[in-house]
């Protein structure tokens, strides 16, 4: 009995070892890793032999030069890890970094990508270039990565990570970037992705075309959960530009909005829901629904707030906290203070059956200036803002148990 478990045992490791585990070390086919050498033919002949069977694409603790796109190309399973934020792929060309392509219109299904630094150094890239580029991911991870530049003036990171197809649960995860130029987060077509922890810092220009994160089109369960996403021209912009279709369902909690050009903006047909919402100091809205669109916006609990703190060059309709063009919103138990201009501005009629309900809305340049039809503001206290609210269709609305407003 004992022997039969062992053969058992070995023949299950065996074949662990066989799919999963095959190891490919960098070093062993001649990268150096001084951070001089150029390591670019050592990485590829690597990659190249990690692709014949799938397996573990090893970066040890090192600098590593690289001169070209590393392109990985496979049906099989692989791995691409490091040993922590010491094993580092010197970025040192205008192009993509590394490549995933769908092998033969297949999906690339479970990857991991994980532990190491990608930094950005002697050469400035054109800003639609991505440290990592995938196609038609599925199931696959993206972990504890650091992305950023040696030198942010003359080298910042143009993009992050580009997704052009996610399916069944993309997960990336902790995962930090300094001085994003171009777009931190690419999503492309598809559905469920993860994006959690981690930071996306831009380069705190706040009116540069960078983004933080952007879902390109026809992304369902996109879900962002405690990032920081900071000083960039567009925190979070979710727009049909270049999917096909709408944006379906998105979902944002105490994610750290702050210090963007906008904040979050929505110029799409999407359900965006935010619980917990920090939308903070950026310069034009904190959060903005553009015309033509029927969004549904949900944003329970939170705080909207210091619109326009840096500066505020367009007073007129500039420096608001949450600013409604078209669709329709639920704004509920939400902070709204200190912006310089508007703490709720709804310009256009044709926003209707929206609810304001319990918030505290203090010390804004103006607290409400709303139109509309059919909505209800109830049970919200206004206190210090500085111009009188102005509230308009409350024909057809019920504006009733507000103190102050
Ligand atoms: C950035 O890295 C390059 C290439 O390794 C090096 O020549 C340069 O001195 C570094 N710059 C800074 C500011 O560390
Ligand atoms: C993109 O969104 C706009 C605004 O919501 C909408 O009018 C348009 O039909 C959408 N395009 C596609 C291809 O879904
Ligand atoms: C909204 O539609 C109107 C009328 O078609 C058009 O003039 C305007 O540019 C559109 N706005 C946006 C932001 O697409
Ligand atoms: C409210 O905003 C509109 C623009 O949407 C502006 O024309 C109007 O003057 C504002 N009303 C007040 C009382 O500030
Ligand atoms: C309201 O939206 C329409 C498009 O739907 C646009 O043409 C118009 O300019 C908007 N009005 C205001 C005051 O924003």
Redesign the pocket.
């Given at each position: 009995m004992v022997n039969i478990n062992v053969v058992l045992l070995v023949v299950l490791l065996t074949n662990f070892h066989v799919v999963y585990s095959t190891i490919f070390n960098i070093r062993d086919y001649g990268a150096v890793g001084d951070g001089v050498t150029d390591d670019t033919r050592a990485i590829i002949e690597t990659i190249d032999k990690c692709m014949e069977s799938g397996g573990v694409l090893y970066i040890p603790t090192g600098k590593f030069v690289v001169r070209s796109s590393l392109i990985f190309k496979t049906n099989f399973k692989f791995t691409i890890t490091g040993d922590g934020i010491g094993s580092v792929l010197s970025w040192e060309f205008d192009d993509h970094l590394i490549v995933i392509l769908s092998q033969d219109g297949s999906e690339s299904s479970q990857l991991t990508i994980r532990d190491f630094s990608i930094t950005s150094s002697v050469v400035l890239k054109s800003l639609d270039k991505f440290a990592i580029y995938a196609e038609d991911l599925v199931q696959s991870q993206i972990e504890h990565l650091v992305i950023n530049s040696n030198d942010s003036k003359s080298f910042p990171v143009p993009s992050g990570i580009g997704m052009m197809g996610v399916a069944d649960t993309n997960t990336i995860r902790d995962v930090v970037m300094w001085e994003i130029k171009g777009t931190g987060i690419q999503i492309g077509y598809g559905s469920e992705i993860r994006i959690l922890g981690g930071r996306i810092i831009g380069a705190g220009i706040r009116f540069d075309s960078s983004i933080g994160i952007h879902c390109t089109?026809?992304n369902g369960g996109v879900h962002i959960e405690n990032t920081d996403i900071i000083a960039l021209g567009t925190g979070i912009l979710i727009?049909?530009?270049s999917?096909?279709?709408?944006n379906r369902e998105i979902f944002i909690s105490h994610a750290t909005i702050d210090s963007n050009g906008r904040g979050l903006v929505i110029?799409?047909?999407?359900y965006v829901s935010i619980i917990g919402i920090w939308a903070a100091s950026s310069t034009i809205d904190q959060v903005f629904i553009?015309e033509?669109?029927?969004?549904v916006l949900s944003i329970s609990g939170g705080t909207i707030f210091n619109g326009g703190v840096y500066e505020c060059p367009k007073e007129s309709d500039w420096c608001n906290g949450l600013t409604v063009r078209?669709g329709t919103f639920i704004l509920n138990g939400v902070e709204v203070r200190n912006n310089n201009g508007r703490g709720i501005w709804i310009p256009n009629k044709s926003v209707t059956q929206y609810q304001i309900i319990a918030c505290r809305i203090f010390a804004n340049g103006q607290g409400f200036n709303v139109t509309g039809s059919s909505f209800m503001i109830t049970n919200n206290i206004c206190n210090s803002n500085q111009i009188p609210n102005a509230i308009s269709g409350t024909e057809t609305s019920i504006v009733l148990n507000n103190l102050g407003c």
């Open positions: 089109g026809n727009a049909n530009s999917g096909v279709g709408s110029r799409d047909n999407s553009d033509n669109t029927t969004a078209s």
